[in-house]
């Protein structure tokens, strides 16, 4: 059952015919026929008596008349209620986020917002995962997206987010002899990048602890190199064919899409690392920031269904569902 067959369905009933209902809603007659025909194979009960004048409501399609306009009117109160959900959400709302999920969110985001709340304004503060977790300590943010288990794991505004997969990243034509035998990899042991020439951002990042606290378990040095200070900088020049870098597919799925950069796993051991989500304690009363904040959830479920945001979803609120269920968890 679904709203068209309601629609029709009363509309053929204050008309008193279908051909009438098909002039009124300005829809093929045909149409409606098959609708109220569906409608009743569904119910497993005849609606309409029909004869040379047009239809008439059996005592069954009597009792369904009362139903159907009740849940027609609940439906257009929850739309009614919605847009004035929409209305109340405006005002500025500023996401702290590494390059890496700016480069994978703010696009859809950006794009998705505008449709579905036109007046919030979004600001996409970005920086080092060190320096997103001091303005969102120093409340200059309204949401963070950071990695840092011991500070969200604790907070009742945080939830897990993904837990997403690091690649070993490499031109498909790389100019540097010593990489040529990297094109045929498709998955390289941890280990084995202790004999290659790594780019790595700032040390305070989160990234760079990461790898070398898997280094140090393993008993081996990591040769690196100062990545550029643009993320967007660094991935150009490696696809380039002059360099190597680790990052997450947030960082490069735009570059993977064109063939530009490839994507080497790395094993033994596979390399993960926690996205967490984070709502400031003082806007938890914002109808604007409690949009975003559902939005982004939406928008990583749907990052993550078509591959350009790798590994585990962690959050599975919107993984199946609708884009309506959004306003609704905005609602209460």
Request: glycine share 4%; net charge negative.
């Amino acid at each position: 059952m679904n709203t068209k067959q309601l629609e029709y369905f009363l509309a053929t009933v204050e008309q008193g015919s279908i051909s009438s209902a098909a002039k009124v809603l300005d829809v093929a007659q045909p149409a409606i026929s098959l609708q109220l025909a569906n409608l009743e194979h569904e119910l497993k009960i005849k609606l309409f008596e029909r004869n040379f004048r047009g239809v008439s409501l059996t005592l069954a399609g009597t009792q369904f008349e009362e139903h159907a306009r009740l849940i027609l009117n609940q439906i257009n109160t929850a739309k009614f209620d919605l847009i004035g959900l929409q209305t109340e959400c405006k005002g500025k709302v500023v996401i702290g986020l590494s390059q890496s999920l700016c480069n994978v969110l703010s696009v859809q985001l950006q794009t998705e917002l505008e449709h579905r709340f036109p007046n919030v304004e979004l600001a996409f503060r970005v920086g080092p995962s060190y320096m997103v977790e001091s303005w969102f300590a120093e409340q200059q943010i309204d949401i963070a997206l950071c990695y840092n288990v011991e500070l969200s794991k604790h907070a009742a505004s945080s939830l897990a987010l993904m837990n997403e997969n690091l690649y070993l990243y490499i031109s498909p034509r790389p100019k540097n002899p010593s990489y040529s035998e990297l094109t045929l990899y498709g998955s390289i042991p941890f280990e084995a990048l202790q004999d290659y020439e790594l780019f790595m951002p700032d040390r305070r990042d989160a990234l760079p602890k990461l790898l070398e606290e898997q280094a140090h378990k393993r008993g081996i040095k990591l040769k690196t190199r100062n990545a550029f200070g643009q993320l967007m900088t660094t991935l150009h020049y490696i696809s380039q064919g002059f360099g190597l870098a680790i990052y997450p597919s947030s960082a490069t799925c735009h570059l993977e899409v064109n063939h530009q950069i490839r994507a080497i796993k790395i094993t033994e051991p596979e390399l993960k690392r926690e996205v967490y989500l984070r709502l400031a304690d003082h806007q938890h009363k914002n109808p604007a920031v409690a949009a975003v904040f559902e939005l982004i959830r939406e928008t990583t479920a749907n990052l993550h269904a078509d591959n350009s945001w790798r590994g585990e979803l962690l959050d599975s609120k919107y993984q199946q569902q609708s884009v309506i269920n959004i306003e609704s968890a905005v609602a209460g």
